[in-house]
C-alpha cells in the first residue's frame, strides 16, 4: 500500500512515538504538581516542546499555547479576537477556500452581527492582494487566510498580506496547517495569530498549536479564553495538558526543521517522478488543477483524469494507493475550493489529490498507476 494521502493525516515517525511513549510509561506526572521530580519532568518535557515550536515559528515561548489541533485553534483565535471588539468594529475579511473549522467560525460570527468578507481566489488558489486591500473598511479589525491550501498545495503571499495588515492596524490570522514542513514559516512581522496540527507533520492527532502574540500595535493582546479554569497554557486554555502529545507535537517540529533540506529535496524528487508517470501514462487526458510549482509546496498534486470519476478510480486503486479527491473534512459535498478556482461540477468529479511524503517509497507506482 503506498500512502499518498499526507495532507488529510501522516503516519507517527519512530523518533515521535519513542518520546511519546516515555510520558505515558515512566514520566506520567502532572506537569502542574509540585515538588516531586515525576510533576517536574513532565513540566519540563511540556516546556522543552514550547520552545521547539517557538524555534519552529520564530515566536516568544508564552506566544505558544497547546490545543487539540487546528481546528480548534482556528475557532479559538477567531471567536477569541471577536469576542473583545468593540461596537464599531464587526467586520472580517477571510477567504472563499478556507478549511471548513474557519468558514463555519465565520458563519457563526455572522448569526452573532459581524459581518464577513470571503474573498475570490484567483485560478492559483490564492489571494489577490489588491482585492484584499479594497475590502477593508473602518469596521475591519481581522484578516483570517490560511498559509498553503489543502487540496491544491498552493502558497499565499503571507509576507505582502502581513504588510497590508500591520499597515491598516488589523489583526492577522494565519492557518498555518499544511505549510509546516513544506516551506519556511517563520511568522513576519505583522502576523497576530497562526494555527496548526501535529498530526500533518509525522505527530499524533489530538493535538496542535494556537500562537497568540502578546503585542499588537504597542498593545498588549489578550483574547478572551477558551477554557476558563486553571492556568495552564497562559491562562487561555484551563485543564491539565496532554504531555505524551505536546511531547510528540514537540518532537514533530524539532524534526521538521533538522530535516527541512533534506526533506524537501525528497518531495521534490518524488513529485518529479510521480508527474513523470502521470504524464507518460495519461498523456493528454490529465490536467493540472494545482498552479504551477513556484506557487505550490513541493508534493501536493491536484489534476483531473478527463472522462472519468475521481470516485471510481480511488476505488478501483484503493488496495495499493490511498488517496483521496480532496479535503477530508468536507467530503459530502463537492469541492468548493476547486469551485472557487473556476472548475465545473463535471471537473470537479474528476479531480483527484495526491499529497506526498518525504517518508514513503514510491518507486513501485510506476507498475501501479
Ligand atoms: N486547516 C487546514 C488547512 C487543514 O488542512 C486542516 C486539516 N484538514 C485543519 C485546519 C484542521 O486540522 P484538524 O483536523 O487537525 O483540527
Given at each position: 500500500m503506498i500512502y499518498l494521502d499526507n495532507n488529510a493525516?501522516?503516519?507517527?515517525?519512530?523518533?515521535?512515538?519513542?518520546?511519546?511513549?516515555?510520558?505515558?510509561?515512566?514520566?506520567?506526572?502532572?506537569?502542574?504538581?509540585?515538588?516531586y521530580k515525576l510533576?517536574?519532568?513532565?513540566?519540563?518535557?511540556?516546556?522543552?516542546?514550547?520552545?521547539?515550536?517557538?524555534?519552529?515559528?520564530?515566536?516568544?515561548?508564552?506566544?505558544?499555547?497547546?490545543?487539540?489541533?487546528?481546528?480548534?485553534?482556528?475557532?479559538?483565535?477567531?471567536?477569541?479576537?471577536?469576542d473583545i471588539q468593540e461596537k464599531n468594529k464587526r467586520h472580517i475579511i477571510t477567504s472563499?477556500?478556507?478549511?471548513?473549522?474557519?468558514?463555519?467560525?465565520?458563519?457563526?460570527?455572522?448569526?452573532?452581527?459581524?459581518?464577513?468578507?470571503?474573498?475570490?481566489?484567483?485560478?492559483?488558489?490564492?489571494?489577490d492582494l489588491k482585492q484584499l486591500t479594497d475590502a477593508i473598511t473602518q469596521e475591519t479589525f481581522l484578516v483570517s487566510v490560511m498559509w498553503v491550501n489543502n487540496e491544491l498545495g498552493s502558497i499565499n503571499d503571507i509576507k505582502s498580506i502581513a504588510d497590508i495588515c500591520r499597515k491598516k492596524n488589523l489583526f492577522l490570522h494565519v492557518d498555518a496547517t499544511q505549510a509546516v514542513g513544506k516551506i519556511d514559516v517563520t511568522m513576519p512581522n505583522g502576523v497576530s495569530f497562526l494555527s496548526m496540527s501535529a498530526h500533518k507533520i509525522y505527530g499524533p492527532k489530538g493535538v496542535g498549536v494556537a500562537i497568540v502574540k502578546k503585542d499588537q500595535f504597542g498593545l498588549p493582546n489578550r483574547i478572551t479564553p477558551l477554557i476558563h479554569g486553571g492556568?495552564?497554557?497562559?491562562?487561555?486554555?484551563?485543564?491539565?495538558?496532554?504531555?505524551?502529545?505536546i511531547v510528540g507535537l514537540g518532537k514533530a517540529c524539532e524534526?521538521?526543521?533538522?530535516?527541512?533540506?533534506?526533506?524537501?529535496?525528497?518531495?521534490?524528487n518524488h513529485e518529479k517522478f510521480l508527474v513523470g508517470i502521470l504524464n507518460r501514462k495519461?498523456?493528454?487526458?490529465?490536467?493540472?488543477?494545482?498552479?504551477?510549482?513556484?506557487?505550490?509546496?513541493?508534493?501536493?498534486?491536484?489534476?483531473?483524469?478527463?472522462?472519468v470519476k475521481n470516485v471510481i478510480f480511488l476505488k478501483k486503486i484503493s488496495s495499493q494507493i490511498a488517496a483521496s479527491s480532496g479535503s477530508a473534512c468536507s467530503i459530502t459535498h463537492p469541492s468548493y475550493t476547486l469551485k472557487a478556482i473556476g472548475l465545473s461540477?463535471?471537473?470537479?468529479?474528476?479531480?483527484?489529490?495526491?499529497?506526498?511524503?518525504?517518508?514513503?517509497?514510491?518507486?513501485?507506482?510506476e507498475e501501479i498507476l
Open positions: 493525516t501522516t503516519k507517527v515517525l519512530p523518533e515521535v512515538r519513542d518520546e511519546m511513549i516515555k510520558y505515558l510509561t515512566e514520566n506520567y506526572g502532572n506537569p502542574s504538581s509540585k515538588y510533576a517536574s519532568d513532565s513540566k519540563n518535557a511540556v516546556e522543552y516542546a514550547r520552545e521547539k515550536v517557538s524555534e519552529l515559528f520564530g515566536c516568544d515561548t508564552d506566544e505558544v499555547i497547546f490545543t487539540s489541533g487546528a481546528s480548534e485553534s482556528n475557532n479559538f483565535i477567531i471567536k477569541g479576537i471577536a472563499k477556500i478556507e478549511h471548513a473549522s474557519v468558514l463555519e467560525t465565520m458563519k457563526y460570527l455572522e448569526k452573532k452581527g459581524f459581518h464577513v468578507t470571503y474573498l475570490d481566489v484567483t485560478k492559483d488558489g490564492t489571494i492556568e495552564q497554557e497562559n491562562n487561555y486554555r484551563a485543564g491539565t495538558q496532554c504531555v505524551h502529545n524534526i521538521v526543521l533538522r530535516d527541512f533540506e533534506k526533506n524537501q529535496e525528497i518531495l521534490k495519461l498523456k493528454d487526458n490529465i490536467v493540472y488543477n494545482s498552479p504551477c510549482q513556484d506557487l505550490k509546496v513541493p508534493g501536493v498534486i491536484n489534476f483531473q483524469i478527463k472522462g461540477d463535471e471537473e470537479i468529479a474528476q479531480s483527484i489529490r495526491f499529497s506526498l511524503s518525504p517518508y514513503e517509497d514510491i518507486k513501485e507506482l
